[in-house]
Protein backbone atom coordinates (compact mmCIF):
# COMPACT_ATOMS: atom_id res chain seq x y z
CA UNK A 1 0.00 0.00 0.00
CA UNK A 2 1.45 3.48 -1.12
CA UNK A 3 0.65 6.42 0.08
CA UNK A 4 -0.67 7.97 -3.43
CA UNK A 5 -3.06 4.87 -4.12
CA UNK A 6 -6.73 5.60 -3.71
CA UNK A 7 -6.92 2.45 -1.83
CA UNK A 8 -4.72 4.08 1.38
CA UNK A 9 -6.19 7.83 0.85
CA UNK A 10 -9.96 7.16 0.57
CA UNK A 11 -9.92 3.95 2.88
CA UNK A 12 -7.04 3.00 5.00
CA UNK A 13 -6.57 6.93 6.14
CA UNK A 14 -9.55 7.80 7.17
CA UNK A 15 -10.41 4.76 9.15
CA UNK A 16 -6.85 5.27 11.33
CA UNK A 17 -8.18 9.02 11.71
CA UNK A 18 -11.83 8.41 12.73
CA UNK A 19 -10.20 5.39 15.25
CA UNK A 20 -7.61 7.69 16.50
CA UNK A 21 -9.13 10.32 17.50
CA UNK A 22 -12.65 8.30 18.78
CA UNK A 23 -10.84 6.24 21.19
CA UNK A 24 -9.75 8.04 24.62
CA UNK A 25 -6.09 9.61 24.16
CA UNK A 26 -4.04 6.82 26.48
CA UNK A 27 -5.01 4.32 23.64
CA UNK A 28 -3.70 6.33 20.89
CA UNK A 29 -0.67 4.85 20.29
CA UNK A 30 -2.34 1.36 20.42
CA UNK A 31 -4.32 2.61 17.77
CA UNK A 32 -1.11 3.72 15.95
CA UNK A 33 0.35 0.47 16.40
CA UNK A 34 -2.58 -1.81 15.32
CA UNK A 35 -2.87 0.20 12.22
CA UNK A 36 1.07 0.45 11.47
CA UNK A 37 0.99 -3.01 11.41
CA UNK A 38 -2.57 -3.45 9.16
CA UNK A 39 -0.49 -1.13 6.93
CA UNK A 40 2.91 -3.16 6.87
CA UNK A 41 1.22 -6.62 6.51
CA UNK A 42 -1.18 -5.59 3.22
CA UNK A 43 2.01 -5.77 1.34
CA UNK A 44 4.17 -8.55 2.89
CA UNK A 45 2.14 -10.46 6.13
CA UNK A 46 4.93 -13.09 6.20
CA UNK A 47 7.02 -10.44 7.62
CA UNK A 48 4.71 -9.66 10.29
CA UNK A 49 6.57 -11.88 11.99
CA UNK A 50 10.25 -10.62 11.79
CA UNK A 51 8.96 -6.74 12.21
CA UNK A 52 7.41 -8.21 15.82
CA UNK A 53 11.52 -10.08 16.44
CA UNK A 54 12.83 -7.05 15.49
CA UNK A 55 10.51 -4.91 17.95
CA UNK A 56 10.99 -7.80 20.95
CA UNK A 57 14.79 -7.90 20.33
CA UNK A 58 16.07 -4.12 20.70
CA UNK A 59 13.16 -3.59 23.20
CA UNK A 60 14.84 -6.30 24.96
CA UNK A 61 17.93 -5.37 24.61
CA UNK A 62 17.42 -1.61 25.74
CA UNK A 63 15.95 -2.79 29.00
CA UNK A 64 18.88 -4.77 29.49
CA UNK A 65 21.17 -1.83 29.04
CA UNK A 66 19.62 0.32 31.48
CA UNK A 67 19.72 -2.29 33.81
CA UNK A 68 22.99 -3.16 33.36
CA UNK A 69 23.88 1.00 34.08
CA UNK A 70 21.33 1.11 36.45
CA UNK A 71 23.33 -1.77 38.60
CA UNK A 72 26.73 0.07 37.80
CA UNK A 73 27.83 -2.93 35.49
CA UNK A 74 29.45 -0.81 32.47
CA UNK A 75 30.91 -3.86 30.79
CA UNK A 76 27.34 -5.85 31.14
CA UNK A 77 25.54 -3.13 29.33
CA UNK A 78 28.29 -2.72 26.80
CA UNK A 79 27.50 -6.71 26.26
CA UNK A 80 24.24 -5.96 26.38
CA UNK A 81 24.35 -3.25 23.82
CA UNK A 82 26.55 -5.69 21.39
CA UNK A 83 24.41 -8.40 21.25
CA UNK A 84 21.25 -6.51 20.48
CA UNK A 85 22.91 -5.08 17.52
CA UNK A 86 24.22 -8.18 16.25
CA UNK A 87 20.83 -9.14 16.03
CA UNK A 88 19.32 -6.33 14.42
CA UNK A 89 22.22 -6.88 11.92
CA UNK A 90 21.94 -10.48 11.25
CA UNK A 91 18.50 -9.78 10.86
CA UNK A 92 19.18 -6.72 8.02
CA UNK A 93 22.08 -9.24 7.05
CA UNK A 94 20.63 -12.24 6.19
CA UNK A 95 17.20 -11.05 4.56
CA UNK A 96 19.53 -7.98 2.53
CA UNK A 97 22.57 -9.27 1.83
CA UNK A 98 22.83 -13.07 1.52
CA UNK A 99 22.19 -13.52 -2.12
CA UNK A 100 24.74 -11.06 -2.54
CA UNK A 101 27.40 -13.07 -0.21
CA UNK A 102 26.26 -15.86 -1.93
CA UNK A 103 26.51 -14.78 -5.92
CA UNK A 104 30.12 -13.10 -5.37
CA UNK A 105 31.55 -16.24 -3.98
CA UNK A 106 29.64 -18.31 -6.48
CA UNK A 107 31.51 -15.32 -9.03
CA UNK A 108 34.91 -15.57 -7.51
CA UNK A 109 35.16 -19.17 -6.89
CA UNK A 110 32.73 -20.99 -9.27
CA UNK A 111 31.20 -23.48 -6.64
CA UNK A 112 27.77 -22.48 -7.84
CA UNK A 113 26.04 -22.63 -4.91
CA UNK A 114 22.23 -22.08 -4.28
CA UNK A 115 20.71 -18.89 -4.09
CA UNK A 116 18.15 -18.43 -1.06
CA UNK A 117 16.01 -15.81 -3.28
CA UNK A 118 14.67 -14.21 -0.13
CA UNK A 119 11.82 -11.69 -0.85
CA UNK A 120 13.71 -8.79 0.63
CA UNK A 121 11.31 -7.24 3.52
CA UNK A 122 9.94 -3.70 2.50
CA UNK A 123 11.47 -0.89 4.97
CA UNK A 124 14.13 -3.56 6.32
CA UNK A 125 16.93 -0.85 6.27
CA UNK A 126 15.13 1.90 7.46
CA UNK A 127 13.79 -0.04 10.69
CA UNK A 128 16.65 -1.25 11.27
CA UNK A 129 18.76 1.76 11.79
CA UNK A 130 15.94 3.09 14.03
CA UNK A 131 15.96 0.26 16.46
CA UNK A 132 19.33 0.07 16.40
CA UNK A 133 19.47 4.10 17.38
CA UNK A 134 17.13 3.25 20.03
CA UNK A 135 19.52 0.75 21.76
CA UNK A 136 22.29 2.90 21.55
CA UNK A 137 20.63 6.14 22.48
CA UNK A 138 20.05 4.33 25.81
CA UNK A 139 23.66 3.36 26.08
CA UNK A 140 24.48 6.56 25.71
CA UNK A 141 22.44 7.50 27.96
CA UNK A 142 20.88 10.13 25.11
CA UNK A 143 17.07 8.63 25.36
CA UNK A 144 15.43 7.20 28.33
CA UNK A 145 14.55 3.52 27.99
CA UNK A 146 11.24 2.84 26.60
CA UNK A 147 9.22 0.22 29.01
CA UNK A 148 5.82 0.09 27.43
CA UNK A 149 6.09 -2.38 24.74
CA UNK A 150 3.18 -1.10 22.69
CA UNK A 151 4.71 2.93 22.60
CA UNK A 152 7.66 1.29 21.97
CA UNK A 153 6.23 -0.47 18.91
CA UNK A 154 4.70 2.48 17.90
CA UNK A 155 8.12 3.95 17.84
CA UNK A 156 9.26 1.53 15.61
CA UNK A 157 6.38 0.71 12.84
CA UNK A 158 4.50 4.23 12.39
CA UNK A 159 3.45 3.88 9.29
CA UNK A 160 3.92 7.22 8.20
CA UNK A 161 7.58 6.71 7.99
CA UNK A 162 7.98 3.12 8.44
CA UNK A 163 8.52 2.22 4.71
CA UNK A 164 11.41 5.00 3.43
CA UNK A 165 11.62 7.03 6.39
CA UNK A 166 12.99 9.65 7.57
CA UNK A 167 15.10 7.67 9.96
CA UNK A 168 13.18 8.57 13.46
CA UNK A 169 15.64 9.13 16.52
CA UNK A 170 13.78 7.63 19.46
CA UNK A 171 14.74 10.22 21.50
CA UNK A 172 13.01 12.81 18.61
CA UNK A 173 9.71 11.80 19.43
CA UNK A 174 10.22 10.26 23.42
CA UNK A 175 8.11 12.66 24.76
CA UNK A 176 5.55 12.52 21.66
CA UNK A 177 4.93 8.98 22.49
CA UNK A 178 4.90 9.45 26.29
CA UNK A 179 2.14 12.42 25.97
CA UNK A 180 1.43 14.60 22.87
CA UNK A 181 -1.24 16.85 22.49
CA UNK A 182 -3.14 16.82 19.13
CA UNK A 183 -4.43 20.12 17.89
CA UNK A 184 -6.60 21.35 14.94
CA UNK A 185 -3.90 23.54 13.84
CA UNK A 186 -1.23 20.39 13.84
CA UNK A 187 -3.93 18.38 12.09
CA UNK A 188 -4.32 21.27 9.23
CA UNK A 189 -0.29 21.46 8.99
CA UNK A 190 0.06 18.14 8.17
CA UNK A 191 -2.67 17.79 5.86
CA UNK A 192 -1.60 20.91 3.75
CA UNK A 193 2.34 19.13 3.92
CA UNK A 194 0.74 16.09 3.06
CA UNK A 195 -1.18 17.27 -0.42
CA UNK A 196 1.98 19.20 -1.44
CA UNK A 197 3.69 15.51 -0.94
CA UNK A 198 1.26 13.98 -3.12
CA UNK A 199 1.15 16.67 -5.82
CA UNK A 200 5.09 16.09 -5.65
CA UNK A 201 4.74 12.11 -6.15
CA UNK A 202 2.16 12.21 -8.88
CA UNK A 203 2.32 14.94 -10.77
CA UNK A 204 5.99 15.34 -11.26
CA UNK A 205 7.67 12.29 -10.10
CA UNK A 206 5.48 9.81 -11.85
CA UNK A 207 5.38 11.46 -15.34
CA UNK A 208 8.80 12.24 -14.93
CA UNK A 209 9.12 8.72 -14.02
CA UNK A 210 7.39 7.45 -17.38
CA UNK A 211 9.88 9.36 -19.21
CA UNK A 212 12.40 7.96 -18.16
CA UNK A 213 11.19 4.14 -18.89
CA UNK A 214 10.63 5.30 -22.58
CA UNK A 215 14.08 6.16 -22.40
CA UNK A 216 15.67 3.44 -20.75
CA UNK A 217 13.34 0.22 -23.07
CA UNK A 218 15.19 1.85 -25.62
CA UNK A 219 18.15 -0.15 -27.39
CA UNK A 220 21.49 1.24 -25.49
CA UNK A 221 23.87 0.62 -28.38
CA UNK A 222 21.50 2.86 -30.67
CA UNK A 223 20.42 5.52 -28.26
CA UNK A 224 21.84 9.29 -28.99
CA UNK A 225 23.74 10.94 -26.75
CA UNK A 226 21.18 13.40 -26.11
CA UNK A 227 18.38 10.89 -25.39
CA UNK A 228 20.79 9.36 -23.06
CA UNK A 229 21.05 12.66 -20.94
CA UNK A 230 17.48 13.14 -21.51
CA UNK A 231 16.73 9.63 -20.01
CA UNK A 232 18.62 10.48 -17.16
CA UNK A 233 17.88 13.92 -16.47
CA UNK A 234 14.43 12.40 -16.08
CA UNK A 235 15.69 9.92 -13.44
CA UNK A 236 17.43 12.60 -11.43
CA UNK A 237 14.43 14.29 -11.07
CA UNK A 238 12.23 11.30 -10.87
CA UNK A 239 14.27 10.29 -7.67
CA UNK A 240 13.68 13.53 -5.82
CA UNK A 241 10.42 14.06 -6.78
CA UNK A 242 9.71 10.62 -5.83
CA UNK A 243 11.85 10.31 -2.22
CA UNK A 244 11.14 14.16 -1.14
CA UNK A 245 6.93 13.81 -1.70
CA UNK A 246 6.97 10.80 0.25
CA UNK A 247 9.02 12.22 3.13
CA UNK A 248 6.77 15.40 2.54
CA UNK A 249 3.51 13.06 3.12
CA UNK A 250 5.31 11.51 5.89
CA UNK A 251 6.25 14.44 7.72
CA UNK A 252 2.54 15.39 7.14
CA UNK A 253 0.99 12.82 8.16
CA UNK A 254 3.08 12.50 11.49
CA UNK A 255 1.71 16.43 12.34
CA UNK A 256 -1.80 14.93 11.99
CA UNK A 257 -1.00 12.56 14.43
CA UNK A 258 0.90 14.68 16.55
CA UNK A 259 4.42 13.94 16.03
CA UNK A 260 7.23 16.13 14.76
CA UNK A 261 9.45 14.38 12.36
CA UNK A 262 13.02 15.52 10.88
CA UNK A 263 12.95 17.14 7.42
CA UNK A 264 15.05 15.04 4.80
CA UNK A 265 15.31 16.63 2.19
CA UNK A 266 16.55 20.64 1.52
CA UNK A 267 16.65 21.37 -2.12
CA UNK A 268 19.78 19.10 -3.06
CA UNK A 269 19.85 20.09 -6.79
CA UNK A 270 20.61 23.78 -5.75
CA UNK A 271 23.83 22.85 -4.49
CA UNK A 272 27.73 23.68 -5.53
CA UNK A 273 29.59 21.14 -4.50
CA UNK A 274 29.00 17.24 -3.41
CA UNK A 275 29.56 18.02 -0.10
CA UNK A 276 26.87 20.54 0.17
CA UNK A 277 25.12 17.81 -1.93
CA UNK A 278 25.19 15.57 0.89
CA UNK A 279 24.09 17.99 3.41
CA UNK A 280 20.70 18.46 1.91
CA UNK A 281 20.17 15.07 0.30
CA UNK A 282 18.50 12.14 2.90
CA UNK A 283 19.52 14.06 5.84
CA UNK A 284 18.33 11.71 8.24
CA UNK A 285 21.09 9.08 7.39
CA UNK A 286 23.22 11.06 6.83
CA UNK A 287 22.98 12.07 10.02
CA UNK A 288 22.77 8.73 11.60
CA UNK A 289 25.92 7.81 9.80
CA UNK A 290 27.58 11.13 11.51
CA UNK A 291 26.06 9.76 14.89
CA UNK A 292 26.36 6.40 14.80
CA UNK A 293 29.28 5.56 12.59
CA UNK A 294 31.55 8.85 11.40
CA UNK A 295 32.09 10.14 14.71
CA UNK A 296 32.43 7.13 16.66
CA UNK A 297 35.53 6.35 14.54
CA UNK A 298 37.16 9.92 15.21
CA UNK A 299 35.38 12.05 13.18
CA UNK A 300 37.90 14.48 11.45
CA UNK A 301 39.66 14.96 14.84
CA UNK A 302 42.53 12.77 13.49
CA UNK A 303 45.40 12.67 10.63
CA UNK A 304 44.40 13.25 7.37
CA UNK A 305 45.14 9.49 6.33
CA UNK A 306 42.77 8.25 9.14
CA UNK A 307 40.03 10.98 8.38
CA UNK A 308 40.44 9.49 4.91
CA UNK A 309 39.67 5.95 5.73
CA UNK A 310 36.42 7.33 7.91
CA UNK A 311 35.16 9.21 5.36
CA UNK A 312 35.39 5.80 3.12
CA UNK A 313 33.98 3.77 5.70
CA UNK A 314 31.09 5.55 5.74
CA UNK A 315 30.32 6.09 2.49
CA UNK A 316 30.88 2.25 1.47
CA UNK A 317 28.24 1.74 4.38
CA UNK A 318 26.05 3.78 2.59
CA UNK A 319 26.34 1.86 -0.55
CA UNK A 320 25.80 -0.86 0.67
CA UNK A 321 22.89 0.23 3.03
CA UNK A 322 20.64 1.41 -0.13
CA UNK A 323 20.99 -2.25 -1.92
CA UNK A 324 23.03 -5.68 -2.11
CA UNK A 325 25.16 -5.05 -5.67
CA UNK A 326 28.45 -3.99 -6.79
CA UNK A 327 26.62 -0.96 -8.63
CA UNK A 328 26.20 0.43 -4.97
CA UNK A 329 29.35 -0.42 -3.74
CA UNK A 330 30.82 1.39 -6.40
CA UNK A 331 28.28 3.75 -5.86
CA UNK A 332 29.18 4.53 -2.31
CA UNK A 333 32.98 4.50 -2.78
CA UNK A 334 32.44 6.89 -5.78
CA UNK A 335 30.70 9.63 -3.25
CA UNK A 336 33.40 8.85 -0.94
CA UNK A 337 36.34 9.89 -3.31
CA UNK A 338 34.36 12.80 -4.28
CA UNK A 339 33.93 14.18 -0.80
CA UNK A 340 37.81 13.03 -0.15
CA UNK A 341 38.66 14.97 -3.27
CA UNK A 342 36.53 17.82 -2.50
CA UNK A 343 38.18 18.09 1.04
CA UNK A 344 41.50 17.54 0.07
CA UNK A 345 42.68 18.37 -3.07
CA UNK A 346 40.55 20.58 -5.14
CA UNK A 347 37.77 21.82 -3.04
CA UNK A 348 39.67 25.69 -2.22
CA UNK A 349 39.67 26.04 -6.24
CA UNK A 350 36.37 25.23 -6.50
CA UNK A 351 35.12 27.39 -4.53
CA UNK A 352 36.72 30.40 -6.64
CA UNK A 353 34.66 29.18 -9.57
CA UNK A 354 31.47 31.44 -10.41
CA UNK A 355 28.48 30.19 -9.09
CA UNK A 356 26.97 28.80 -12.14
CA UNK A 357 30.25 26.55 -12.81
CA UNK A 358 29.95 24.75 -9.38
CA UNK A 359 26.63 24.10 -9.62
CA UNK A 360 27.29 22.27 -13.13
CA UNK A 361 29.85 20.17 -11.66
CA UNK A 362 27.89 18.87 -8.72
CA UNK A 363 24.97 18.50 -10.78
CA UNK A 364 27.03 17.06 -13.64
CA UNK A 365 28.78 14.35 -11.16
CA UNK A 366 25.44 13.93 -9.54
CA UNK A 367 24.01 12.37 -12.32
CA UNK A 368 26.46 10.68 -12.81
CA UNK A 369 26.23 8.74 -9.54
CA UNK A 370 22.54 8.21 -10.53
CA UNK A 371 23.72 6.22 -13.52
CA UNK A 372 25.76 3.77 -11.06
CA UNK A 373 22.19 3.55 -8.67
CA UNK A 374 19.64 2.94 -11.25
CA UNK A 375 20.29 -0.26 -12.71
CA UNK A 376 20.66 -3.70 -11.79
CA UNK A 377 24.09 -4.38 -12.46
CA UNK A 378 28.02 -3.00 -13.21
CA UNK A 379 27.82 -4.22 -17.14
CA UNK A 380 24.20 -1.71 -17.69
CA UNK A 381 25.33 1.09 -15.56
CA UNK A 382 28.84 1.11 -17.76
CA UNK A 383 26.63 0.53 -21.42
CA UNK A 384 24.40 3.56 -20.32
CA UNK A 385 27.71 5.59 -19.20
CA UNK A 386 29.10 4.69 -22.63
CA UNK A 387 26.16 6.08 -24.38
CA UNK A 388 25.72 9.26 -22.65
CA UNK A 389 29.43 10.45 -24.33
CA UNK A 390 28.53 8.71 -27.38
CA UNK A 391 30.40 5.68 -27.20
CA UNK A 392 28.47 3.75 -29.30
CA UNK A 393 28.46 6.10 -32.40
CA UNK A 394 24.73 6.95 -32.38
CA UNK A 395 25.18 10.70 -32.82
CA UNK A 396 24.10 13.34 -30.57
CA UNK A 397 20.09 13.30 -31.43
CA UNK A 398 17.41 11.69 -33.78
CA UNK A 399 14.10 12.10 -34.27
CA UNK A 400 12.85 10.66 -31.36
CA UNK A 401 14.78 12.67 -29.22
CA UNK A 402 13.36 15.65 -30.74
CA UNK A 403 9.74 14.14 -30.19
CA UNK A 404 10.86 13.52 -26.42
CA UNK A 405 11.97 17.08 -26.05
CA UNK A 406 8.83 18.43 -27.85
CA UNK A 407 6.54 16.38 -26.04
CA UNK A 408 8.12 16.58 -22.06
CA UNK A 409 8.80 20.59 -22.74
CA UNK A 410 6.68 21.61 -19.88
CA UNK A 411 7.01 18.54 -18.05
CA UNK A 412 10.94 19.03 -17.86
CA UNK A 413 10.34 23.13 -17.15
CA UNK A 414 7.91 22.21 -13.98
CA UNK A 415 10.81 19.91 -12.79
CA UNK A 416 13.44 22.46 -13.02
CA UNK A 417 11.61 24.95 -11.53
CA UNK A 418 10.33 22.33 -8.42
CA UNK A 419 13.72 21.60 -7.31
CA UNK A 420 14.51 25.54 -6.69
CA UNK A 421 13.08 27.87 -4.53
CA UNK A 422 11.25 29.61 -7.11
CA UNK A 423 7.79 28.40 -5.68
CA UNK A 424 8.33 29.07 -2.66
CA UNK A 425 9.78 32.70 -3.31
CA UNK A 426 6.75 32.89 -5.78
CA UNK A 427 4.68 31.74 -2.63
CA UNK A 428 6.32 34.51 -0.56
CA UNK A 429 5.66 37.54 -2.61
CA UNK A 430 2.07 36.56 -2.55
CA UNK A 431 1.61 36.40 1.12
CA UNK A 432 3.36 40.11 1.17
CA UNK A 433 1.46 41.32 -0.73
CA UNK A 434 -1.76 39.96 0.47
CA UNK A 435 -1.17 38.53 3.87
CA UNK A 436 -2.88 41.41 5.63
CA UNK A 437 -6.16 39.89 3.99
CA UNK A 438 -6.61 36.51 5.63
CA UNK A 439 -9.80 36.16 3.52
CA UNK A 440 -7.34 36.01 0.20
CA UNK A 441 -4.57 33.40 1.89
CA UNK A 442 -7.37 31.41 3.33
CA UNK A 443 -9.02 31.33 -0.24
CA UNK A 444 -6.02 31.11 -1.79
CA UNK A 445 -4.77 28.10 -0.17
CA UNK A 446 -7.42 26.46 -0.36
CA UNK A 447 -8.00 26.71 -4.21
CA UNK A 448 -4.18 25.93 -4.27
CA UNK A 449 -4.17 22.60 -1.93
CA UNK A 450 -7.82 21.56 -3.91
CA UNK A 451 -6.18 21.41 -7.17
CA UNK A 452 -3.48 19.60 -5.92
CA UNK A 453 -5.81 17.18 -4.96
CA UNK A 454 -7.97 17.13 -7.78
CA UNK A 455 -5.11 16.62 -10.15
CA UNK A 456 -3.80 13.92 -8.24
CA UNK A 457 -6.61 11.85 -8.41
CA UNK A 458 -7.66 12.78 -11.75
CA UNK A 459 -3.93 11.30 -12.58
CA UNK A 460 -4.54 8.20 -10.30
CA UNK A 461 -7.48 7.17 -11.39
CA UNK A 462 -6.27 7.09 -15.19
CA UNK A 463 -2.70 6.01 -15.10
CA UNK A 464 -1.25 2.85 -13.65
CA UNK A 465 2.60 3.84 -13.38
CA UNK A 466 2.67 4.86 -9.52
CA UNK A 467 5.65 3.13 -8.01
CA UNK A 468 7.62 4.22 -4.75
CA UNK A 469 11.09 3.74 -5.63
CA UNK A 470 12.57 3.58 -2.10
CA UNK A 471 10.42 0.84 -1.18
CA UNK A 472 13.01 -1.48 -2.69
CA UNK A 473 15.54 -0.18 -0.46
Given at each position: ?????????????????????????????????????????????????????????????????????????????????????????????????????????????????????????????????????????????????????????????????????????????????????ESVEEFALGAQRFLIGLGKKVLLANNAGELWETVSAMTV????????????????????????????????????????????????????????????????????????????????????????????????????????????????AYYGVLLVAEKYIFGKYLERLPSILRHMYCMLFVMLGWD????????????????????????????????????????????????????????????????????????????????????????????SYNPFLYFRF
Amino acid sequence: MVFSSLLFLFRFLPAVLLCYYLVPRPLRNFVLFLFSMIFYAWGEPVYIILMIVSILVSYAGGIAVDAMKRADRPAAAKTALIVSLAASLSLLAFFKYADFAIDTVNMLTGAGFQLLNLALPIGISFYTFQTMSYTIDVYRGDARVQKNLISYGTYVVMFPQLIAGPIVRYKTIDEKLRSRQESVEEFALGAQRFLIGLGKKVLLANNAGELWETVSAMTVSEMPALTAWLGLAAYTMQIYFDFSAYSDMAIGLGHMFGFAFPENFNYPYISKSITEFWRRWHISLSTWFREYVYIPLGGNRVSVGRHIMNLMIVWLLTGIWHGASWNFVLWGAYYGVLLVAEKYIFGKYLERLPSILRHMYCMLFVMLGWDLFVFGSLSESMAYMRALFGGFGAGVLNTQTVYLLCNNFVLLICLILGCTRAPKRLGERFCARFGADNRVMTAARTLLLAGIFLLSLAWLVDASYNPFLYFRF
